[in-house]
Antibody, heavy 118, light 108 residues
Framework: EVQLLESGGGLVQPGGSLRLSCAPS????????MAWVRQAPGKGLEWVSS?????DTQYYADSVQGRFTISRDDSLHLQMNDLRDEDSGIYYC??????????????WGQGNLVTVSS | DIQLTQSPSLLSASIGDRVTITCRAS??????LAWYQHKPGRAPRLLIY???SLKSGVPSRFSGGGSGTEFSLTISSLQPDDFATYYC??????????FGQGTRLEIK
């Protein structure tokens, strides 16, 4: 079965750091653009960041620019620094269907809970 | 950034009802719109992309319409499995991705 398996979430104090990872199962991430999408408690889906299939282009939401870094090797990663209360939520990794130019997500991870609290 | 406004935010309906959710974009996006279904504790599921094309495996009671700035998701006859939250997402801008705020579909 084709899946994305997430890891790395947890509880962290404000100002702290976490690194999320997303590993493919049943296929390779090679050449697929990937993204992180989050959902704060009681809120809707919010795009966080995307990375091209080659890894040479990254985009970030204004809310995380300068604090989060997306990267990839055989897996997808999200380094989150200077975490704030409003960064709490479930983080999903998501695979683009095809083109980097059309960010449609056809496969999602199961979600990883990040809680920022003192 | 392109803003998406969904209506209603909450929709109460019964099994067998026909329901429509609308999504309005702040600027024209041709047919570059996707629809997702999201249930608590589950990963979102792609239903429709582009605006009127049903993804393989999605039941035919789901349909998408519209182009430009006005879009719709219609479920022709609600089934128990359809109660979830639905999101539209614009695919026009690849550098700034936005979702609608969501429409929660609940059982009346």
């Amino acid at each position: 079965e084709v899946q994305l398996l997430e890891s790395g979430g947890g509880l962290v104090q404000p100002g702290g750091s976490l690194r999320l990872s997303c590993a493919p199962s049943g296929f390779s991430l090679s050449y697929f653009a990937m993204a992180w999408v989050r959902q704060a408690p009681g809120k809707g889906l919010e795009w966080v960041s995307s990375i091209s299939g080659s890894g040479d282009t990254q985009y970030y939401a204004d809310s995380v620019q300068g604090r989060f870094t997306i990267s990839r090797d055989d897996s997808l990663h999200l380094q989150m620094n200077d975490l704030r209360d409003e960064d709490s939520g479930i983080y999903y990794c998501a695979k683009y269907v095809e083109s980097w130019w059309q960010p449609v997500f056809d496969l999602w991870g199961q979600g990883n809970l990040v809680t920022v609290s003192s | 950034d392109i803003q998406l406004t969904q209506s209603p935010s909450l929709l109460s309906a019964s099994i067998g009802d026909r329901v429509t959710i609308t999504c309005r974009a702040s600027q024209g996006i041709n047919n570059y719109l996707a629809w997702y279904q999201h249930k608590p504790g589950r990963a979102p599921r792609l239903l429709i992309y582009p605006a009127t094309s049903l993804k393989s495996g999605v039941p035919s009671r789901f349909s998408g319409g519209g182009s430009g700035t006005e879009f719709s998701l219609t479920i022709s006859s609600l089934q128990p499995d359809d109660f979830a939250t639905y999101y539209c997402q614009q695919v026009y801008s690849h550098a700034t991705i936005t979702f609608g705020q969501g429409t929660r579909l609940e059982i009346k």
